[in-house]
């Protein structure tokens, strides 16, 4: 234990943040990173729990509660107060293939169910994370890791998002064969273009895509499976399939006017965002530039397009919401472990307060249809509120929406011949298998929309799968 009463004598330090009004001007990540005796010091704070609920990853009320992948937290805490950094490293990198994306990507349901959270704030693990790793590439501890021995199986991994990548490094390791397909024309699914560049620099995706190659990996974009090559053809190349392509079709909002032009799916923008980002000859089809902006849903992705038309210059930006807003602290029922139900200003929020002079998140709002003009395009928005005692309708100038309602799962019509439920490929949580001899499921295709944290453990634990089922294999 780092500091018998750290948890009490020393405040919890967020790292400092470009101002929101400057960072609006690029795309690049705005945190500052602590000093080493910072980080040190909020190391410290970490009580070192007979029973680190930081740990636990569990669903508590439909949210999750503790790290999924169950990461050494107090370890690895320990041992960088101590200014032991290799050996955090090392104890961060036994459950955690790729710390850069988590410290980055992840909104820390460990720190949500921080003890030292109940009598104060909870311990700054994230930040400890990114220093962790962060100091480990810098002093060139990430090596290429060879395979200590190969087999000959061949395994086809489909998406090379997290539960695609993790599986693919574990798999690998284990000395088989592996291949990743990707339908984009960039590797790290969601990393890549579903995530802001200003949330996940780019470069630390393109960092690890660019190792695992050199540890044998073989990639291969812009290859869209049932489309360039049938499932069946796959199985018949490979000892074993397994599907990681996400749950990325959009949940459609079926109203009045969606026909209209303007209106889009908001991983459709991102996405279209992130690759002008990435290369300057390709021109999106979706801007906000000059636009008055909409985006109808509360989430994280909601949250991005704000940010995004931000950066775009749009001319106005409001987000709706179905729910109420949240309180600034934990209600009756929403005790600890479970994580935190409470009021924050996120890094959109922020930006477009300092913007706009307000908070762009409107509450209790239904959208009930979008208006056009005479050319087809989508002019404004009619709601209605959600409250028992404000039923009448309001109008919303509007000439580009971004629909961020979450997504349903997989395309229907994707692997005709895999059984799904409810947009989901059936495979079960045990042994991932779908209802085809060696082809299995992992991530967000198996179990449905969630965190990067569940798809990297699910594609820890299909690979382990695979990898027993390749072992009996002749």
């Not at 979706?286 to 775009?312: E, F, L, M, N, Y």
């Not at 799904?420 to 042994?431: E, F, G, L, T």
């Amino acid at each position: 234990m780092g500091h018998l009463t750290g948890f009490i004598d020393i405040q919890r330090e967020n790292p400092a943040e470009q101002h929101p009004l400057e960072r609006i001007n690029h795309w690049q990540e705005y945190q500052k990173p602590l000093t080493e005796e910072a980080i040190k010091l909020q190391a410290s704070r970490c009580m070192d729990c007979g029973t680190p609920f930081c740990q636990i990853g569990s669903i508590i009320q439909s949210n999750t509660s503790g790290c999924p992948l169950y990461n050494l937290i107090p370890e690895w805490n320990e041992l960088a107060y101590q200014g032991k950094w290799f050996e955090a490293y090392q104890r961060l990198a036994k459950t955690n293939n790729f710390p850069e994306f988590t410290s980055r990507a992840c909104p820390a349901p460990c720190e949500g169910s921080c003890t030292a959270g109940l009598p104060g704030q909870p311990v700054a693990i994230k930040n400890i994370e990114k220093a962790i790793i962060d100091r480990a590439f810098q002093e060139g501890w990430v090596k290429v890791k060879h395979p200590v021995k190969k087999t000959s199986k061949r395994v086809a991994i489909i998406g090379s998002g997290p539960a695609g990548l993790t599986a693919a490094d574990d798999l690998n390791q284990h000395g088989h064969r592996v291949t990743v397909y990707e339908k984009d024309d960039r590797f790290g699914g969601l990393l890549m273009y579903g995530i802001p560049n200003m949330k996940i620099d780019k470069k630390y995706v393109e960092r690890r895509i660019e190792l695992l190659s050199k540890e044998g990996i073989v990639f291969k974009g812009n290859m869209n499976i049932g489309v360039d090559i049938s499932l069946k053809d796959l199985k018949k190349e490979y000892d074993a399939v397994l599907i990681c392509t996400g749950a990325d079709k959009p949940r459609e909002l079926p109203i009045d006017g969606r026909q209209l032009k303007g209106i889009y799916p908001a991983m459709e923008y991102l996405k279209e965002s992130t690759k002008h980002y990435l290369n300057k000859q390709y021109s999106p089809s979706i801007s906000a530039k000059g636009k008055k902006v909409i985006v109808i849903g509360g989430g994280d992705t909601g949250a991005d397009c704000v940010a995004t038309a931000i950066r775009q210059g749009c001319k106005s930006v409001i987000q709706f919401g179905k729910h109420g807003k949240l309180p600034m602290t934990r209600s009756e029922a929403n005790p600890w472990p479970e994580n935190p139900q409470i009021f924050t200003l996120d890094y959109a929020y922020e930006e477009a307060q300092s913007k706009f002079g307000m908070d762009p998140r409107q509450y209790f709002i239904q959208t009930k249809a979008f208006i056009g003009d005479e050319d087809g395009n989508v002019k404004s928005l009619e709601t209605t509120s959600l409250r028992d005692d404000q039923s009448e309708s309001r109008y919303w100038d509007a000439d580009l929406v971004l629909i961020a309602i979450g997504f349903e799962g997989v395309e229907s019509s994707l692997f005709p011949a895999i059984e799904k439920k409810q947009n989901k490929i059936s495979a079960n949580d045990v042994d991932f298998k779908t209802n085809h001899d060696g082809i299995y499921a992992a991530g967000d295709a198996r179990r449905g929309q969630s965190l990067i944290v569940w798809a990297m453990q699910e594609g820890k634990k299909a690979a382990k799968e695979i990898n027993d089922y390749l072992s009996k294999l002749q």
